[in-house]
């Protein structure tokens, strides 16, 4: 486990899965060779491999001790999880249990779960598979989804999904993910969804910061002097630091994404919060301050970069 302290809370990194994912230019369509070549020096290899160019992506959990509560920021992938359309992550079967139990975790101690956003990458160890039945991980938790995201990816709702690798959207796979890792919570009665802000402690605030999806959410950290800024999918490479105007084809609006990355990382810089970004690899976490049009690393989180979990 890694661990540091931020202000009163503590913050501990669960990397479920690292490895490089897709190409770079089809992951960010805005982007081009010369932006990942002109910044090379700091993205390679540890980002992006320069001789495959692939992105390379962590799935993590973020388990924050704050105030006498246990709360985790978005739970992965999952396992046993149907997701055949995104072969690096189907039907996984790791050890991410065990390793929240070396962190002093049992699932029962869990207190808040936070979905920064309902994609399948967010939500996974929300259920597990249960004598053949989908069952709450986490059942003395309460677990906080926008309640926009709740109805945009309900298979009811009927919605003509947007995002997509090559633009092309999986209807599928968006009603598997909320048939396996969400409507169960919800069944059981321990989902809160939660519209325009939610306070979890003195400490921990989520907000809007949609885009991405109708709901993508940002957690507020505020502790002291301290501040930090868990931004789910609002960034999924440091590239977009430099150029935040590059976004993901996975956003179900760009353009608006675009803007809450703007606005999120113009906040970040004006008050030196670290950015938690959901996929980050290496150290995790980031200082930025205003360069250009864009931003660029002050410092790095003090987690360590060489974790490896392909």
């Not at 975790?105 to 967010?122: K, Q």
């Not at 039945?133 to 677990?143: C, E, I, S």
Request: charged share 20%.
């Amino acid at each position: 486990m890694q661990t540091i302290t931020f202000g009163g809370v503590e913050i501990t990194r669960l990397v479920e899965w690292q490895a490089p994912l897709a190409p770079a230019t089809a992951v960010f369509p805005d982007s081009t060779p010369r932006m990942w070549q002109e910044n090379a020096s700091w993205l390679a290899p540890g980002f992006w491999d320069p001789e495959s160019d692939l992105v390379v992506c962590a799935v993590q959990t973020w388990i924050l001790r704050s105030e006498g509560r246990t709360i985790l920021v978005d739970t992965g992938v999952g396992n046993d999880k149907d997701r055949p359309r995104a072969p690096h992550w189907n039907r996984l079967n790791g050890d991410f249990l065990e390793r929240l139990a070396a962190a002093g975790i049992r699932p029962e101690d869990v207190d808040t779960v936070v979905n920064t956003h309902l994609h399948g990458d967010h939500v996974g160890w929300n259920t597990r598979l249960v004598d053949g039945a989908w069952v709450p991980t986490f059942p003395n938790a309460r677990y906080l989804i926008p309640r926009a995201d709740f109805a945009y990816f309900d298979p009811a709702a009927g919605t003509r999904l947007r995002g997509g690798f090559g633009g092309v959207p999986s209807p599928g796979s968006a009603a598997a993910m909320f048939e396996d890792s969400v409507a169960p919570v919800h069944r059981a009665g321990l989902a809160e969804l939660w519209e325009d802000g939610y306070r979890i402690d003195s400490r921990l605030t989520l907000e809007p910061a949609p885009g991405h999806t109708p709901g993508s959410s940002v957690l507020r950290l505020e502790s002291g002097t301290e501040r930090a800024l868990f931004i789910g999918d609002l960034v999924h490479s440091p590239l977009q630091f430099a150029e935040p105007g590059c976004d993901t084809c996975l956003s179900e609006d760009q353009e608006q994404a675009t803007r809450s990355r703007r606005r999120i990382l113009e906040q970040a810089a004006e008050t030196r919060a670290l950015v938690f970004p959901a996929h980050l690899p290496g150290h995790g976490a980031a200082e930025v301050r205003r360069k250009g049009s864009g931003y660029e690393v002050v410092r790095w989180a003090g987690f360590d970069a060489s974790v490896n979990v392909a």
